[in-house]
């Protein structure tokens, strides 16, 4: 059974630049791109507003954004290798702190905030995975080791108990948080892994890349339940609904799909442009309607809601 989405609403030239990442709150939409300036768009207003600009928020631009699930903490990492900490006050973001590891370009690259805010998970150039307590001054206080390979994506989930990593190698890692030890390193995908992500229940992880599958896990066996297959081109980015039902993708060729869990199969797929996707996000539900956007080498973010039946 496919699903119709239809396009609601589209910010042009958002940035000045292509647009790398997106985080979503509760009633808002956050931003970044190759500038220095972080965007703050509304969602609670089908013309999506935008509500502050945070200005040179990072100066070489902004590579990943992390949001926490309860809407107050949000993560920046900058190509200069500085991550910012803000905290959300009355719907307004102000910087709370940094963590600087090095000062390096890549000692810090794809980023994940736990749920509460309080602890951010990250990549390096060289596979490790740092966690940080953002409630302790960013103290470092625990170091993963993989084989080395460079960390391009990181998620922890929803109930804290798992953080995962991609990695350029194809290498996909599973740790556990209360022991500290390495849980699962996931065969299955040979090429870099550009986006995990897990399910809102913590069983399921994706994991896609340059090898244009999105592979399937289960987090507690290790083992891969499915394949699904249709993306024509490298997958950048991987965003679960909040029920857990159906998973979005976006794609190097413009192309973002959206796939139905129990059907194992794509259910809608979307064009947005000619130009690389870089991020997707499912929105906020409004009613019964559930919606997404995306965003990527074309400068703009384009909103699209669930088709209603008549």
Known sequence: MSKQYLTSHTVDNAHITDIFCLAVTSKQIISASGSSALKVHSTTDPD????????????????????????????SAGFDGEV??????EGEWVEEGK?????????????????????????????????????AGCQKIREYETKGSYGMSIDLSINGKFTASG?????????????????????????????????PGSKLLAAAGDSKVIALYDVQS?????????????VFSLDWSDTGEYLLSGAFDGRAKVWSIDQRACVATHTEMDKTLWSVKWLPKTGKNEGFAVAGANRSISFYREATGG
Request: charged share 20%.
């Open 222 to 234: 290790g083992e891969q339940v499915a394949n699904l297959t249709g993306h024509g081109a490298w």
């Open 99 to 135: 963590i600087v590891d090095g000062n390096k370009a890549g000692e810090i690259w794809a980023v994940a905030l736990s749920e509460d805010g309080q602890y951010l998970a990250s990549t390096t150039y060289d596979g490790r995975i740092n966690v940080w307590d953002t409630l």
């Open 48 to 75: 999506f507003p935008i509500q502050q600009t945070l200005e040179k928020a990072h100066k070489l631009g902004c590579h990943h954004l992390a949001a926490s699930k309860n809407g107050l903490k949000l993560a």
């Open 167 to 199: 990695h350029e190698n194809g290498g996909v890692y599973v740790f556990d948080n209360d022991t500290g030890r390495l849980l699962h390193s996931l065969s299955g995908l040979v090429k870099p892994v550009r986006s995990v992500a897990f399910s």
């Open 84 to 89: 910012k900490i803000w905290t959300n006050q």
